[in-house]
């Protein structure tokens, strides 16, 4: 079936530092890509999405490019902030699934970044 | 515009017991979801709708049932609490399409 892969966390950076977290994906269809984010306590936020091959997805500051070629979705930042410190989310939604457009997710990363 | 509601936000339950999380929704999303979610190990689907009515499983459904009478709720109920459902349950909505999931901001449930 489909799934997410995403790296181990905790993932430690000092404010300004460069981001990449990574995420590759297997499908038999072609999905939709996500980030999200969750900040301690609360739900889950839509950080950016791209819906087919080379769609680069973007927003505070974050980037993803969905490649098709590697099947990956990988999270950059020029320049965190102690207030991107949260758990990020990689997902997919395969429309060919019977599931209405529900998610598979990764397991999640910890990001905490430090002044 | 509230967008996703769960209540309650805590809950502490003795094992057996019964109880029902609740989740409305105020954006007319046809498309409704239960996840939990446990440390280390993502989200998982438990049950899943496609419009009032009509309700199915989802990975992993053991253990509750939902129901779906108007397009605005969706309950999700736990019979007979069991310690391995101690969780973060999120519950989403969504419209046909790409947009993803609206998240409400989840109840933490604890079965001692």
């Known amino acids: 079936g489909d799934s997410v892969t995403q790296m181990e966390g905790p993932v430690t950076l000092s404010e300004e530092a460069f981001l990449t977290i990574n995420c590759t994906y297997t499908a038999t269809g072609y999905p939709s890509l996500f980030w999200y984010v969750q900040y301690p306590g609360e739900g889950l936020q839509l950080l950016l999405k791209?819906?087919?091959?080379?769609d680069k997805g973007s927003n505070k500051g974050f980037e993803a490019t969905y490649r098709k070629e590697t099947t990956s979705f990988h999270l950059e930042k020029g320049s965190v902030q102690v207030s991107d410190s949260a758990v990020y989310f990689c997902a997919l939604s395969d429309l060919n699934s019977n599931s209405g457009y529900a998610l598979n997710f990764g397991k999640g990363t910890s990001l905490l970044v430090t002044p | 515009n509230a967008g996703v509601t769960q209540t309650p936000k805590f809950r502490i339950l003795k094992i057996g017991q019964s109880m029902t999380l609740q989740c409305a929704q105020d954006m007319n999303h046809n498309y409704m979801y239960w996840y939990r979610q446990d440390p280390g190990m993502g989200l998982k689907l438990i049950y899943y709708?496609?419009?009032?009515?009509?309700?199915d499983k989802g990975e992993v459904p053991n253990g509750y049932n939902v129901s779906r009478s108007t397009t605005e709720d969706f309950p999700l109920r736990l019979e007979l609490a069991a310690p391995s459902q101690t969780s973060v349950y999120f519950c989403?909505?969504?419209?046909?399409?790409?947009?993803?999931?609206?998240f409400g901001d989840g109840t933490r449930l604890s079965i001692l």
């Open positions: 791209a819906t087919k091959a080379d």
């Open positions: 709708s496609v419009g009032a009515g009509i309700t």
């Open positions: 989403a909505s969504s419209t046909e399409g790409k947009g993803g999931l609206h």
